[in-house]
């Protein structure tokens, strides 16, 4: 799994480089036996001169109408830049809710298989024309965490404008060297420098976000540099480049991972001291322990727990809508039935459709 920043894409300008696609094109035909998904920036930096700006935009709906505008540019430049080494590309656009129901993520899953399978090269992106803040990923590093749980990748490779992560800010120290191996990202936390770049909304942050969210899957992750065209060559030939940073010991099955990845859930259930120690203790989520309902969801999403302080401690398949766990809150579990006249079980969230946080700064 290969995630390039428009930083890198532009070269540093805000106009996309034809010659850094035809490099990381090259670079993965010198590696045919492995398979490569590529997520994408850039569709906004290759449309917003067309609409008249003379920079990036920063308002919302000016930013979708350059995505619309730019993303077929963008996938003409991969296109092009795949056909002269002999392999063609497909467009997969995503948006947080299509991620975030299970169905549609297993169907992706599929389609991203049948592409990879026919020997093509998924290039992914937001579909940023019609994302707003509810289905939005958010970022493309984010995305390619994702991403790259849905295609079981074996390593997530972010490349950056910078040679990975330092331990001194390298704008004011020259001899700063990056980090070569992190067992985990809460090692590499305090080295986080802030971008400015009116073209890229991500930075070191977000990459170690991506980063602990593939680790959770047993993925690990390499932070090195885009701007240098041995870099990618070498990390498809199995060397040592850049931050490499360890995956968990013991990763999550797939189902528990989706679950953990989401984002921008559609409510949450607020519980009690004493339904949080229980699903602590791998037990199910009863009516009783609940006191509170926030959002609107349907019997089947994914939603999140917190505890009465804001912090979650769990998100799961809930199995009523918020309209019956408004209706059912507090209630011992042998009244639900007669309340919502019906025989409709006496869980809200099963444990083994759950996954809990172990600890709150997880979150």
Known sequence: MLKLGSRILTEGNTQLSPDRFAQVASAVAAAPEVEIVIVSSGAIAAGFSTLGFSAPPQRIEDRQAAAAVGQTHLMGLWASAFAEVGKNVGQVLLTNDGLADRRRYVTARQAMGSLL?????????????VSVDEIMVGDNDSLAAMTAA???AHLLVLLTDVAGVYREDPANTL?????????????????CYRKTAAESIGGMVTKLDA???????????????GSDPSALTTVL?????????????????????????????PGSLVVDDGA??????????????????????????????VDQTGTERARGIVR????????????????????????????????????????????
């Open 175 to 191: 001899a700063a060297e990056p980090v070569a191996f992190a067992r985990g990202v809460d090692e590499l936390r305090e080295f």
């Open 117 to 129: 399978s026919a020997g093509i090269v998924p290039i992914v992106n937001e579909n940023d024309a």
């Open 211 to 225: 980063a602990e969210k593939a680790g959770r899957y047993g993925i690990p992750t390499v932070i090195a540099s």
């Open 276 to 305: 949080v120690r229980a699903i602590q203790k791998s037990a199910s989520l009863l009516p009783s322990g609940v006191v509170e309902v926030r959002g609107r969801f349907r019997s089947g999403d994914l939603v999140s727990v």
């Open 150 to 152: 849905l295609v079981d």
């Open 237 to 265: 030939a199995g060397g040592r480049v850049g931050t490499l940073i360890a995956a968990d010991a013991k990763p999550l099955r797939a189902r528990k991972h989706w679950m953990s990845v989401q984002s921008q859930l």
């Open 320 to 363: 009523f809508d918020d309209r019956d766990v408004e209706r059912i809150r507090g209630l011992h579990s042998t009244e639900v039935d007669r309340v919502l006249d019906r025989r409709a079980g006496n869980v809200v969230m099963r444990t083994d459709r759950m996954f809990v946080f172990e600890r709150s700064e997880d979150r």
